[in-house]
Nanobody, 123 residues
Framework: QVQLVESGGRLVQAGGSLKLSCAASGRTASSYTMGWFRQAPGKEREFVAAIRWGGGTIYADSVKARFTISRDNAKNTGALQMNSLKPEDTAVYYC?????????????????WGQGTQVTVSS
């Protein structure tokens, strides 16, 4: 089991920046892929970014060039740096992890989920 706890969500103005953090605990000795997803009210959960144990990354087109995913394997932490935020980025952001070396964008591929952190971008 891997437990994930997100932090860093808050209200921010459009054009601003925010950094979300994800702390992993539990069975973290094995390699796992970490991902970020988000869910806005009335919408399905959507992929944001993912990073492999070795550092390879993938991004949703909507956040490419604005968001940066990172991780520190020694500290079992992950982060999502979000720049040039837009009102449409408003959502609950979830950290997720999957057993396996490949980064994927499908929520169903992820075994473990955090409780989510609210990000609100005002116009």
């Amino acid at each position: 089991q891997v437990q994930l706890v997100e932090s860093g969500g808050r209200l921010v103005q459009a054009g601003g920046s925010l950094k979300l953090s994800c702390a992993a605990s539990g069975r973290t000795a094995s390699s796992y892929t970490m991902g970020w997803f988000r869910q806005a009210p009335g919408k399905e959960r959507e992929f944001v970014a993912a990073i492999r144990w070795g550092g390879g990354t993938i991004y949703a087109d909507s956040v490419k060039a604005r968001f940066t995913i990172s991780r520190d394997n020694a500290k079992n932490t992950g982060a999502l740096q979000m720049n040039s935020l837009k009102p449409e980025d408003t959502a609950v952001y979830y950290c997720a992890a999957r057993d396996g070396l490949w980064a994927t964008s499908r929520p169903g591929d992820y075994n473990y989920w955090g409780q989510g952190t609210q990000v609100t971008v005002s116009s």
